[in-house]
Nanobody
Framework: QVQLVESGGGLVQAGGSLRLSCAAS???????MGWFRQAPGKEREFVAGITWGGGRTDYADSVKGRFTISRDNAKNLVYLQMNSLRPDDTAVYYC??????????????WGQGTQVTVSS
């Protein structure tokens, strides 16, 4: 089992920045990790992913150039730096872990989510 706990969400004005953190525990092994989000009335969507060693990252087109994913395996932490935030980035952001996060944009283990609200 893998436990994931997100933090760092909040309310920010358009153009601002936030950094989300995800603390992983349990049998994390060499899983890829990533971030997904779900806006009201919409399906959950992939945002960004990173392989265990950090050598490969993947981003949704909508966040490329604005968001950066990184990880610190020594601390079992994954980060999502979000810059130039827009109102359509408003969503609950979920941390995910698993073997297919980067390869297929699919999570196996999930956190509880953290709310990000961007005001115009």
């Amino acid at each position: 089992q893998v436990q994931l706990v997100e933090s760092g969400g909040g309310l920010v004005q358009a153009g601002g920045s936030l950094r989300l953190s995800c603390a992983a525990s349990g049998r994390t092994g060499n899983y890829a990790m990533g971030w997904f989000r779900q806006a009201p009335g919409k399906e959950r969507e992939f945002v960004a992913g990173i392989t265990w060693g950090g050598g490969r990252t993947d981003y949704a087109d909508s966040v490329k150039g604005r968001f950066t994913i990184s990880r610190d395996n020594a601390k079992n932490l994954v980060y999502l730096q979000m810059n130039s935030l827009r109102p359509d980035d408003t969503a609950v952001y979920y941390c995910a872990a698993g073997p297919n996060v980067v390869a297929y944009r699919r999570g196996t283990y999930w956190g509880q989510g953290t709310q990000v609200t961007v005001s115009s």
